[in-house]
């Protein structure tokens, strides 16, 4: 397609070996707290898409005083927990609740702050081969 498209489609998976989370637990006293520790692995599998269009050089054959691109980019993520890890050090208080802690943090559950879909969009100023400068909507 020349210079006026460019596109990239392209599938991924990563898996998260002994991630650090946050474990819901108490302290003496009954005070709930969270512990940072290793919580298990997860596992992010997603597919993701590049466009970028430049409608100047689609009609025409050069640009003496630069172009402007309009891209967008897109990702569809699912991240979940595929194994979990009792931490000792969420059980050092005999009072913490050792089924509350496994419903939080079980095999299958969506991984926190991990979001399922990713977009961006913006244009970029293109002048020559020398500067580009990108805005993002």
């Known amino acids: 397609f020349g210079q006026w498209l460019q596109f990239d489609l392209g599938v991924f998976e990563l898996r998260y070996n002994n991630r ?3 474990l819901p637990g108490s302290l003496p006293g009954n005070t709930n707290t969270n512990f940072v520790t290793n919580v298990g692995d ?3 599998r997603g597919a993701e898409g590049y466009l ?3 409608p100047l050089l689609a009609f025409t054959d050069s640009a003496p005083f630069g172009s ?3 891209f967008t980019s897109s990702a569809n993520v ?3 927990y595929v194994r979990w890890e009792q931490s000792a050090s969420a059980f050092t208080n005999p009072g913490n609740n050792l089924t509350n802690i ?3 943090f079980r095999v299958g559950n ?3 702050n991990a979001p399922s879909q990713i977009h961006r969009y913006g244009l970029t100023y293109h002048f020559k081969n020398t ?7």
């Not at 500067?131 to 909507?137: D, E, N, R």
């Open 68 to 70: 402007v691109s309009f």
């Open 102 to 104: 496994k419903n939080n």
């Open 78 to 80: 699912n991240a979940r």
């Open 20 to 22: 650090v989370g946050l």
């Open 52 to 54: 970028e269009i430049d």
């Open 131 to 137: 500067f580009s400068i990108t805005y993002l909507i």
């Open 110 to 112: 969506l991984v926190e």
């Open 42 to 44: 997860s596992l992010h």
